[in-house]
């Protein structure tokens, strides 16, 4: 019940100050923080009245400081999870392959963190964690189950490793 409050209290862009010397840094109340107007990208800008400090809604995220549309960046995420090459995407999209990797490791990284945020306090592999989504995701459709062990023997095959139980 703890980390049900806790997770309650996650904080969303504009909702705090990220600046560490200002004596508001991580409360999540909001009331020290207005709309500051937006990017040229389109992006909104938040400033805390305490520390007239600055901020866009993507700081933090895997979009901060990005010059490509966060749609094209989606998509070509989105693309590559469904198992796309990343040479097919640079062709198709114009985008060069580093940068396509690029995306690919900050995305893996926020993952992990969100993952460490929600399930810290339960004892899950990845592979469990990642079944349980599949479940979730493909609730009611035939052949989700045995598709997801399939799945895991291919990355077991593939890691060198024993599979998890299912």
């Known amino acids: 019940m703890e980390r049900m409050k806790e997770l309650e209290g996650l904080a ?31 992006v909104q800008r938040y400033q805390c009245n305490s520390c007239t400090s600055t901020f866009s809604a993507t700081r933090g995220t895997l979009f901060y400081r ?25 062709r198709a999209k114009g985008f060069k392959e580093d940068t396509i990797l ?17 399930l810290g306090d339960y004892r899950l592999s990845k592979a469990q964690v990642d079944g349980l989504w ?8 035939k052949g989700a189950l045995s598709r997801e062990r399939a799945y895991r023997r291919v990355l077991a095959h593939h890691a060198d490793r024993e599979p998890d139980a299912p």
């Open 102 to 118: 690029r995306w690919l490791r900050e995305g893996a990284r926020h993952a992990e963190a969100v993952e460490d945020a929600l």
């Open 12 to 42: 969303s862009a504009g909702t705090f100050c990220p600046n560490q010397e200002c004596q508001f840094y991580a409360k999540v109340d909001g009331a020290n923080i207005i709309k500051y107007g937006r990017s040229r990208q389109g």
């Open 134 to 141: 599949t479940y979730v995701g493909n609730k009611g459709q």
């Open 66 to 90: 990005k010059h490509t549309p966060l749609k094209d960046i989606l998509e070509t995420l989105a693309l590559l999870a469904e198992g796309v090459r990343i040479s097919s995407l640079s």
